[in-house]
Each structure stands twice: as C-alpha cells, then as structure tokens.
C-alpha cells in the first residue's frame, strides 16, 4: 500500500513539473541571465492562425548566445533588439511601404502628417533599396539648401545609408531646432556626391495654398509676375494658382476654407482663364482626402478604385458638391508627386478634366493601413493596390504628363513649368 502510495504521488508531482513547465513554457518565459544583464521577461501567447508550424527556438538561441557571449554588454539593448527583430520580419516581405516603427518614428510620423515637426522638412522613400528624397517641402530648410525631388541620400552625418530602413533614416535626420546634420546626396542624373548642411528648423507645414496671379504672355512664351509686378495691356493674364503640398491631418479643413472664396474670385473676374492645381513634390497622404480633392473637379463618378489580393474591387467615388466644376484645370506634376497626388492626377485626366504637365510622376500605387500597435509603436501594411477609373496602375511606373516639361536647372529663378502651364490655359 506504502508504495502504492509513493507511486502515485511521484505521478503526481510529475504531472504538476510537467503542467508547470508547459505554463511557464508557453506562456511566461522569465529568463534570468544574472551575471549577463539584461534580464529577459518575455509574455507571450499561442501563436497566431497560419504561424503553427514556426519553430522559434533559433530565434531565442541567438538572442541568448548575443546575451551570453556578446563582448560589450553595453551595447546590449532589449528593445532596440526586439525593435530590430520586429523590422526584420516586415522587410523580409520586401515592400519598402510595408514598415514597422518604434514609437519615436511613429511619433514623427504622426507629427509630419499634423503639419508640425523638428527637421530638415523633406519626405523621404525607398526605391531601389536606396534612401531618396520624394520631395522637399516648400520653404523648408532643405529646399533652401539645395536637396530636390530625387536626390539619393547615402550617408548622414558621415554615416553611409547602405542597409538603413526609412524609419532609421528618418529618426537620423530628425533632431532639435537649431542643430546641424550634413546629407551626403547623389542628385538625380549626377553620380557625383555632394555634401550640403542644413540647419534643422520646427517645420510648419500649410497644405493648402489659393490665390489670382497673374502672367504677361506674348509670342508663345509667359513670365511669370509677383504681386508688386504691374502688368497693363492685352499681354496681362489671370490665373488661379491652387498649391497642395501634401494631403494631411488638416488638408480638408484647410482647402474647404479657401476654396469658396477662390470659386467667388473666379466668377466675378472673368477675365481668369483657369486654374493650375500644383501637386508637384506632393508625397500623398489619405485616400479618403484625395478623394475629397478630386470631388472639387468633378460632378461625380470613381475617383479611385482600390484592388485588394483577391482581385476584388472597391470604387471610391465622388460625393460632394464641387464648387470648381467649370474653369479649365492644368495640373503640374513631377517626380515628387506620389500617391495621393498621383491619384487625384489620374482621376483626372481620364475624365477629361485636366491635362498633366510637367515631367512623369514617382509611381507609388499602393495603399497601406496604418495602426498603433499599442505601446507608441505603429505598423504600416500594403492592404491593396489602387487603379485610375479606367483601370491604370501607376506602381513603378508613374503617370507620364501629357505635356513634359523638365525643371530648368541652369536658371532656377524661371518656372518653366508653370509657365507652360499658364500657355496652356490661353489654348
């Protein structure tokens, strides 16, 4: 009977060591390295539908062998190794727009898209795996300085890009007002590398910008006058000039204010001859407000159709009473113009509303989710692709202008391409 009684309770502690291993096993970790710190505190839970099969412990025998052997403990750091193991895994798909950011980058994110923030005031991308300005924005520190629309950064601070993801480019570039950073950059169609310093600044983006201008136009050719420029005669044209920089947090808002007041100029001028809308170096931003833009120009139909994997299809469409239906519309576009630029461009010009000049847009057609993952961190994922209404996709490709006009670069004081724009409104 005594060993019948042994018997079943050293059963029974096996039973307990054993539910006790797999409940630590599986669902708290507590790993304590003590002559090696960090202590790793890891919670985790069953893995998700799809990821059965991941054996997990290479991952857990790296990080301990990095803990265990590593010879500076002091460059041994938790979260930025959990934080990197996490950007690992989303470039692995190989989306460069498909992007994990720490909480710092998410913040910055976040700041850019509000219209207000500490830098050099540029969107950056990836193409090609090299880290490249889409466009500078107007009146920023880099602009003044000299950075363009397509300049390959490839190193900051002396420090080469080579590998970097966007969001470390962009936590490298970002810093305090008053503070210097050097860009070693590549212009577009120059191999020689440059260095330009830039003095960091509280950027302070105004999306929308709404005026009359006006141009003295003669003989085939436009030059374009400030406000304190008089121009008398029959050479004298009036334009509307619509800018939009980029489509954010307060794009709506700013635009729904203007726009009224610029349709009331328009009809009681009449001597205005259209409007150039100017989406060059615009790097995009919400689908839903490219939608709201376009619903300016048109009385209704798809703006926009969004294509998941599934192939099926979601038309966004116009909803709303435009109030400048009617003026001839030209708009710039250029290698900066991306995403929602490009989705308000092509709208469009396949309804026939407006014609494209300027020089082939940056090519991103793609859209992405953006969510807090809870911890200020933030995760952006390609959930679709988005065609034209007629079905075009720009991805890689970009919308070529109907009329190209490069940048000229020898005398950056003329907008050719305005001008061109102006010319085309007299046609």
């Given at each position: 009977m005594k060993n019948k009684v042994n018997s079943f309770q050293l059963i029974l502690i096996i039973i307990i060591t054993f539910l006790g291993g797999y409940y630590f096993g599986v669902?708290?970790?507590?790993?304590?390295?003590?002559?090696?710190?960090?202590?790793?505190?890891?919670?985790?839970?069953?893995?998700?539908?799809?990821?059965?099969?991941?054996?997990?412990?290479?991952?857990?025998t790296v990080w301990q062998k990095l803990a265990t052997t590593y010879y500076d403990k002091s460059k041994i750091d938790q979260q930025k190794m959990l934080n990197g193991a996490i950007s690992g895994m989303v470039e692995a798909l190989g989306d460069p727009f498909t992007i994990y950011l720490p909480p710092v980058q998410n913040n910055n994110f976040k700041q850019g898209l509000a219209g207000q923030f500490s830098g050099i005031g540029a969107e950056l991308g990836i193409k090609d795996k090299d880290i490249i300005v889409i466009s500078p924005l107007d009146g920023s520190p880099a602009e003044k300085a000299g950075i363009k629309a397509g300049d390959v950064i490839i190193a900051v601070d002396t420090k080469s890009t080579l590998g970097w993801t966007l969001s470390q480019a962009v936590e490298k570039i970002r810093g305090t007002k008053g503070t210097d950073v050097i860009l070693t950059v590549i212009h577009k169609d120059n191999r020689k590398k440059t260095d330009i310093k830039i003095t960091r600044d509280v950027i302070t983006v105004k999306s929308v910008v709404m005026d009359i201008r006006t141009a003295k136009c003669s003989n085939g050719?436009?030059?374009?006058?400030?406000?304190?420029?008089?121009?008398?005669?029959?050479?004298?044209?009036?334009?509307?000039?619509?800018?939009?920089?980029?489509?954010?947090?307060?794009?709506?808002?700013?635009?729904?204010?203007?726009?009224?007041?610029?349709?009331?100029?328009?009809?009681?001028?009449?001597?205005?001859k259209g409007i150039v809308f100017d989406l060059r170096n615009n790097p995009g931003g919400y689908l839903t407000d490219a939608t709201f833009i376009a619903s300016e120009f048109i009385k209704k139909g798809q703006v926009v159709v969004k294509q998941d994997n599934g192939q099926t299809q979601e038309p966004l469409s116009a909803e709303r009473d435009g109030v400048l239906l009617s003026p001839k519309l030209i708009i710039l576009i250029n290698k900066g113009s991306a995403s929602a630029s490009e989705i308000v461009a092509g709208a469009m010009r396949d309804y026939k509303r407006a014609k494209l000049i300027g020089e082939t847009s940056f090519g991103k057609g793609t859209i992405q989710a953006a969510e807090d993952l809870g911890d200020g961190a933030g995760l952006h994922v390609t959930i679709a692709k988005w065609l034209t209404p007629t079905g075009i996709w720009v991805n890689q490709?970009?919308?070529?202008?109907?009329?190209?006009?490069?940048?000229?670069?020898?005398?950056?004081?003329?907008?050719?391409?305005?001008?061109?724009?102006?010319?085309?409104l007299l046609k």
């Open positions: 669902n708290k970790i507590n790993l304590d390295w003590k002559n090696y710190k960090p202590i790793l505190n890891v919670i985790s839970k069953e893995p998700p539908a799809g990821a059965t099969n991941i054996d997990f412990n290479p991952f857990w050719n436009c030059s374009l006058l400030v406000k304190t420029d008089t121009c008398e005669g029959n050479d004298c044209i009036k334009y509307a000039y619509i800018r939009l920089s980029q489509f954010g947090d307060n794009t709506n808002q700013e635009w729904a204010a203007l726009a009224k007041g610029l349709s009331d100029k328009i009809n009681a001028d009449k001597s205005v490709k970009g919308l070529t202008p109907d009329v190209e006009v490069k940048f000229d670069e020898k005398d950056p004081s003329r907008d050719t391409q305005l001008e061109k724009a102006v010319l085309e």
